[in-house]
């Protein structure tokens, strides 16, 4: 029995590619329809290098590591890579400099190979990890992409936290804050919150930096929201628009 080849970085990256202009030409197309149907009338930045600021899109967990999980299995990690990916695509159709963390169902544990052995450190240096990525951009927006769970099921919303070691980490959470109650959830009224040692990425970040909690798993209604196409087009639209004010 022939041994499989493993697949090159160079076949990687032109899959990848591929897939990216595929959301993009999917998303040109959606884009037109809610401006056509006035669905959606969220106004965006024009096109620009915004002084070259690259933004780092980080989707949380991946591989091992799901995240929280939906009462009906869905998983974070899964919906955090699905809405960094559009983010990704926006920034790339309007001319934004932009990176994301992981492309795939992965941790990023061994991304720089610093060990032979991870046993018991994989969550520790994919932290490590993510952080390092997102400083290796010397003039960036570190943006975390992740989902909130809690035990009682009537919690719902957006959340999202700014890193203390910056003013303009604060000023991007506002701004996002208020486009997100602005134009997808009225009833939010969640304030941002300053990021504590808990969040290890924005404690400890150089870069201006945010997290957001895009909604609650444990909310039946809103988790149906978060499983529906068009909806996580309209909250990576938001989200969009507004880190591309950053500068």
Known sequence: ????????????FFIFSLLTALIILTLGVAYGKFVEKNEYSLPLPSSTNFDEVTIVIDPGHGGEDPGSVGADGTLEKDLNLEIARLVYAFCILN????????TEDTLLYDYYGDLKDYTGQKKVYDLKNRLKIAEEEENALY????????????YSGAQIYYSPNSEESQRVASNLSKK???YLQPDNNRKIKRADSSIFILKNIENPAILVECGFLSN???????NN??????LALTIFASVCEYK
């Open 180 to 182: 997100i109650k602005d």
């Open 229 to 234: 196409e068009e909806y996580r087009a309209k």
């Open 95 to 102: 001319g934004t400099e932009a990176r994301m963390t992981r």
């Open 143 to 154: 943006l975390g992409i992740h989902m909130n769970k809690f035990s009682q099921e009537r």
């Open 220 to 226: 039946e209604n809103e988790l149906k929201m978060l």
């Open 1 to 12: 029995m022939q041994e499989k080849k493993p697949i090159s970085y160079a076949v990687k």
